[in-house]
């Protein structure tokens, strides 16, 4: 195992908990209810905080999908990384990664099934690459850190 590689890891990792607060923050998308009326901007708080006030429980979903399961994942690969988590944990932290990819798939069918209906526009934002990147990320981390452990305890 390459102390170089596992120090990139480890930075990479890092790294997602200061991007992940900023992809929260960052737009997803902006939408309108018709085409002739300004479009506002829809980032990840501001569509909890507006489901807060309407579906409590898609408002838990979500918060559990889009804010926890990738933060607490992330901060689980870095107690890994650093030797204060056993490697036992793999299997829960490879559970939190799908359920942080669970709200990318959510967020792309709301915006075409309200691109399908007509009756709005909805026009993709930068912070939905930015997020999804961020989760992506998480996934090629955890992944790798998978992989090097299985080769160290293969030796």
Sequence with gaps: MRAGTITALKWFNLSLLILYPL?????????????LFSLSEISVLTGLQSLWGTD?????????????????????LA?????????????????????????IFLIALYVTLAKGIGLGRIEVAWG???FTAC?????????????????????
């Design 56 to 76: 409590i429980f898609l408002a838990l979903v979500v918060t559990l999908f889009a804010l926890f399961a990738p933060y607490l994942k992330t901060i689980g």
């Design 135 to 155: 989760i992506v990320a998480s996934v090629l981390i955890g992944w790798k850190s998978e992989r090097m452990l299985e080769k160290a305890q293969d030796c």
């Design 128 to 130: 939905l690459y930015f």
């Design 79 to 103: 107690l890994l990384h650093f030797g204060l988590l056993s490697p036992r944990a793999l299997p829960a932290l490879h559970l939190l990664g799908r359920l942080a990819m669970a709200d």
């Design 23 to 35: 992809a929260w923050w960052a737009p997803l998308m902006r939408a309108g209810l018709l085409p």
